[in-house]
């Protein structure tokens, strides 16, 4: 590993143990907003040189987050920005852009949605109106013309007046497995891994970098959760056949602070080994579902959203082995 990379690694695990030092202790809900006075929950900090995040908050998304619960991200290549996410709302992208335009002059070219959920396509409205061509996975785009009605809908019940001028627009290209996109001094590979924790999950790989801005692949800091429409077991086969292959040396994940594989390998693929190794026990004793949701996961209790997803993803794994 060449010097800069390491030295690189070693600022962002400094970066994590600094924030769990500032923060042990506190619940989802104490950990007070990172950037008052704006609506991003936290401002965009450089991962490694031109890569930058602006890292959601841990639990659900609220009025007072904004709606930022995700990772906002964007890349300089010296010919144009590529943002990663639009943002829960209009107002959420804005707010990124404002903060792109006090780190470069470069303008933002391409908007990629890592998925079909609101809070990575919701702001897509403010981006059209800037001009900027927005991309995503075919399934992704499915998903969110199917379900944006229902989608905005939340999201204005939660945001209030914060909603104001966003509104539903699909992304204007996408793809099935690969897109490549070469710009300035990158080369940004958008890859279809294969099914995930959402239609339409996509990773953006900086092969020179050997960094992956993750989306829902992965998961750090706080317990993901388990849609009716996520099969973990072909998420565990994906993350085994596809995103480890990539052998990164920086992970920006779909939520939580950067960090490396070990981590989001922690926290995403050992919690599902482990949840469906309690059910296949459960089941295997002749369990029901009403009890499964009770099982041990005590583990990874210490994980942000814990108390709010636990039992439901028991539940909905136990659903989806009981047929296997």
């Known amino acids: 590993m060449r010097h800069y990379d390491r030295f690189y690694s070693f600022l962002l695990v400094m970066f994590y143990i600094s924030f769990l030092s500032v923060n042990a202790g506190y619940s989802d809900e104490d950990i007070k907003d990172q950037y008052p006075q704006n609506p991003l929950y936290s401002k965009p900090v450089e991962v490694i040189p031109n890569v930058w995040t602006a890292i959601g908050a841990s639990g659900p998304p609220t009025y007072e987050n904004t709606g930022h619960n995700n990772n906002l991200s964007f890349i300089v290549t010296g010919e144009g920005v590529v943002v990663i996410n639009s943002g829960a709302s209009a107002s959420l992208a804005q707010a990124l852009h404002e903060e792109i335009k006090q780190i470069t002059r470069q303008p933002v070219v391409l908007v990629i949605n890592e998925n079909g959920q609101g809070h990575a396509m919701l702001g897509n409205s403010y981006w059209q109106d800037q001009g900027v061509p927005i991309i995503a996975h075919e399934d992704a785009v499915h998903e969110f013309n ?117 981590q989001v390998r922690r926290y995403t693929r050992d919690y599902l080994v482990f949840l469906r190794g309690k059910i296949s026990d459960f089941l295997d004793e002749g369990g029901e579902l009403q009890d499964a949701y009770y099982v041990d996961q005590s583990p990874f209790s210490h994980l942000n959203t814990f108390d709010e997803l636990a039992t439901r993803n028991a539940g909905r794994v136990y659903e989806e082995m009981e047929f296997e």
Not at 149 to 174: C, D, F, H, W
Not at 176 to 205: C, F, M, Q, R, T
Not at 211 to 217: C, E, F, P, S
Not at 248 to 259: K, L, R, S, W
């Open 146 to 262: 199917e379900n944006g009605a229902q989608i905005l809908e939340r999201m204005q019940n939660y945001n209030q007046e914060k909603a104001e001028g966003t509104r539903l627009v699909s992304p204007t290209n996408t793809f099935s497995e690969k897109h490549i996109i070469s710009l300035g001094n990158k080369v940004i590979e958008v890859l279809y891994l294969g099914p995930a924790h959402s239609p339409g999950d996509v990773s953006v790989w900086l092969p020179s970098n050997r960094l992956v801005i993750a989306g829902d692949m992965a998961f750090h800091e706080r317990l993901l959760p388990i849609f009716p429409e996520t099969n973990t077991a072909e998420w565990l086969e994906t993350w085994e056949n596809e995103f480890e292959k990539l052998q990164a040396v920086y992970v920006i994940p779909g939520h939580g602070h950067p960090t490396n594989m070990a």
